[in-house]
T-cell receptor, first 114, second 115 residues
Framework: GDSVTQMEGPVTLSEEAFLTINCTYT??????LFWYVQYPGEGLQLLLK?????DKGSNKGFEATYRKETTSFHLEKGSVQVSDSAVYFC?????????????FGKGTTLSVSS | DSGVTQTPKHLITATGQRVTLRCSPR?????VYWYQQSLDQGLQFLIH???????AKGNILERFSAQQFPDLHSELNLSSLELGDSALYFC??????????????FGPGTRLTVL
């Protein structure tokens, strides 16, 4: 079945460091890909998305590019802030059916210190 | 604030008991999804309802059931609770229009602790 694998954390960085969180997927067809963020004590928020190959999703300085050839959707940010400390989830949804549920990776905890 | 509300925020109960978690979707959203977040299993899809009808099931135990009412709110019923059912339960809603990207908006979750 479809699955998502993301790098295990925690990831600990200093403010203004470069961030990469790796995500790869296995899916039939061409899924839509997402990054969600969960701040402490809150629900998940959509951070960015890409719905087809070579699409780049971006938001709040974060970027991820849908790479079909490597089945990857790595999250990057050039300069992290303390406020970026959160858990980040990579997810996919099959494009073949409307209303299909999201399949999530295990999540990567990011901790940024000043 | 996503517009999705969940009650209660916290629930502490004993093994063998039954609880009901409630979710109110965003205004206009017809779909409700339930997810379970636990330390060992991560975030897993449980069940999806669309406009009152069950659409899909994921890794939902037989002891668990859900329904969506005419006003579109949904309830997740967990019975014969076990220690391993302790988790954060999220619901998400989506407008679900065919042919369009349908973002899922997540509620703040209900934290269930089974003692």
């Amino acid at each position: 079945g479809d699955s998502v694998t993301q790098m295990e954390g925690p990831v600990t960085l200093s403010e203004e460091a470069f961030l990469t969180i790796n995500c790869t997927y296995t899916a039939t067809g061409y899924p839509s890909l997402f990054w969600y963020v969960q701040y402490p004590g809150e629900g998940l928020q959509l951070l960015l998305k890409a719905t087809k190959a070579d699409d780049k999703g971006s938001n709040k300085g974060f970027e991820a590019t849908y790479r079909k050839e490597t089945t990857s959707f790595h999250l990057e940010k050039g300069s992290v802030q303390v406020s970026d400390s959160a858990v980040y989830f990579c997810a996919l949804r099959s494009r073949n059916q409307a209303g299909t549920a999201l399949i999530f990776g295990k999540g990567t905890t990011l901790s940024v210190s000043s | 604030d996503s517009g999705v509300t969940q009650t209660p925020k916290h629930l502490i109960t004993a093994t063998g008991q039954r609880v009901t978690l409630r979710c109110s979707p965003r205004s206009g959203d017809l779909s409700v999804y339930w997810y379970q977040q636990s330390l060992d299993q991560g975030l897993q899809f449980l069940i999806h309802y669309y406009n009152g009808e069950e659409r899909a099931k994921g890794n939902i135990l037989e002891r668990f059931s859900a329904q969506q009412f005419p006003d579109l709110h949904s309830e997740l019923n967990l019975s014969s609770l076990e220690l391993g059912d302790s988790a954060l339960y999220f619901c998400a809603s989506s407008v679900e229009k065919a042919g369009r990207y349908n973002e899922q908006f997540f509620g703040p979750g209900t934290r269930l602790t089974v003692l």
